[in-house]
């Protein structure tokens, strides 16, 4: 089972430099997001080894990908490990495109996936659940990075 989740949204008066900047920012991750701990490894294509150690209700592990960064505008991730891999996502891409639009930055988040096995069906609902609560975390902390602190 093959499927793609895409969230969008507009930062009203966002700057494309300050969202790319929130989003490309990995080592704060566990400020924000399930993530007990990134590792972040440049490799010599240009493109960078992260190991997350994350958590997803009671399930844990560590998740290897690859980040190609193309500043201010995209990252690309994708998937070369997982926990458990054949009991989860056999596959797996998350793209985060920003771009200027009158008025602030459209964000667009898309993961696309390849499922397989017999709880694919639960595996997707999971994902979405799990695309929705990310997009979410994502807003919230673009919104408090950008909003002056009161002093």
């Known amino acids: 089972m093959k499927g ?3 969230k ?4 009203e008066g966002g700057r494309i430099e300050d969202l790319y900047k929130v989003i490309s920012d990995l080592e704060r991750y566990p400020e924000f997001l399930p993530v007990d701990s990134v590792s972040i ?3 010599e294509d240009g493109t960078e ?4 150690i994350g958590r997803l209700g009671i399930f844990s592990g560590k998740v290897v990908s690859r980040a190609t960064y193309n500043p201010p505008h995209s990252i690309h991730v ?3 490990e997982a926990p458990l891999d054949h009991f989860t996502i ?3 891409t998350i793209d ?4 200027k639009v009158e008025g602030g930055v459209k964000i667009r988040f898309s993961l696309s996936y390849t499922l397989t096995g017999p709880f694919a069906i639960l595996k997707e609902l999971s994902l979405r659940a799990s695309s929705h609560m990310i997009f979410r975390a994502f807003l919230k902390r673009i919104r408090e990075e950008l909003t002056p602190s009161r002093s």
């Open 96 to 99: 985060w495109n920003l771009q």
């Open 90 to 92: 056999d596959h797996f």
């Open 8 to 11: 969008e949204t507009v930062i």
């Open 49 to 52: 080894r992260i190991e997350m």
């Open 4 to 6: 793609r989740i895409i």
């Open 78 to 80: 994708e998937k070369e």
């Open 41 to 43: 490894t440049p490799l």
